[in-house]
Nanobody, 126 residues
Framework: QVQLVESGGGVVQAGGSLRLSCAAS????????MGWFRQAPGKEREFVAF????????YYSDSVKGRFTISRDDAKNSVYLQMNGLTPEDTAVYFC???????????????????WGQGTQVTVSS
């Protein structure tokens, strides 16, 4: 069983930065791909960023490309999301997710992930 715990959310002014962390336990973290998703009030959960095993590949939604950076530290069983240039439209609960299947490309669909964290709130004030 995998457990994912996000941290690093908070309130920030527009134009500011935050760094989210997600710590995983229970399995060999380096063997799996990871993703970040977010859900804004009244909206469906949406894909934000993806990182393949060993960090071989990263992929971003168009809305965050150039502003957000996903990374991982397998020695710490952790994945990160550095968020710069935040806008009020980035306000959401952010979730990390872990996928155990074999995947050669990027994973932007929720159904490709097997484990999810509880989420961390990010609020960007204007």
């Amino acid at each position: 069983q995998v457990q994912l715990v996000e941290s690093g959310g908070g309130v920030v002014q527009a134009g500011g930065s935050l760094r989210l962390s997600c710590a995983a336990s229970g399995r060999t973290f380096s063997s799996y791909y990871m993703g970040w998703f977010r859900q804004a009030p009244g909206k469906e959960r949406e894909f934000v960023a993806f990182i393949q095993r060993r960090g071989d590949l990263t992929y971003y939604s168009d809305s965050v490309k150039g502003r957000f950076t996903i990374s991982r530290d397998d020695a710490k069983n952790s994945v990160y999301l550095q968020m710069n240039g935040l806008t009020p439209e980035d306000t959401a609960v952010y979730f990390c997710a872990l996928g155990v299947g074999y995947l050669t490309g990027a994973a932007s669909r929720e159904g490709l992930y097997d484990y999810w964290g509880q989420g961390t709130q990010v609020t960007v004030s204007s």
